[in-house]
């Protein structure tokens, strides 16, 4: 079984930045696909972000130049750095993971960017 464990959520003034970072267990992370979703109120979940076992990413159009995601295989950990956010950033961010052919979720963390 695997847990994702998201921090770092918050709120934050347009234009500034936060770094979400999700934990998680078990041995296999390192090849693992991970990625970050988000869901806004009252709109289907996207993709935002995503990282494949080899380091390669793919972001949302919405997101790129924008947002930076990363992993580090030695602390099982995958981080989303968001600068330059903005009000329709707002919404419920998952971490999510792809392993051994099962998905994973965390619980998610609320970020919300002020206007």
């Known amino acids: 079984q695997v847990q994702l464990v998201e921090s770092g959520g918050g709120l934050v003034q347009a234009g500034g930045s936060l770094r979400l970072s999700c934990a998680a267990s078990?041995?296999?992370?390192?090849?693992?696909?991970m990625a970050w979703y988000r869901q806004a109120p009252g709109k289907q979940r996207e993709l935002v972000a995503r990282?494949?076992?080899?380091?390669?990413?793919n972001y949302a159009d919405s997101v790129k130049g924008r947002f930076t995601i990363s992993r580090d295989n030695a602390k099982n950990t995958v981080n989303l750095q968001m600068n330059s956010l903005k009000p329709e950033d707002t919404a419920v961010y998952s971490c999510?993971?792809?392993?051994?052919?099962?998905?994973?979720w965390g619980q998610g963390t609320q970020v919300t960017v002020s206007s």
């Open positions: 990282i494949t076992s080899s380091g390669t990413t």
């Open positions: 078990g041995s296999i992370f390192s090849r693992s696909v």
């Open positions: 999510y993971a792809y392993i051994n052919f099962n998905s994973y």
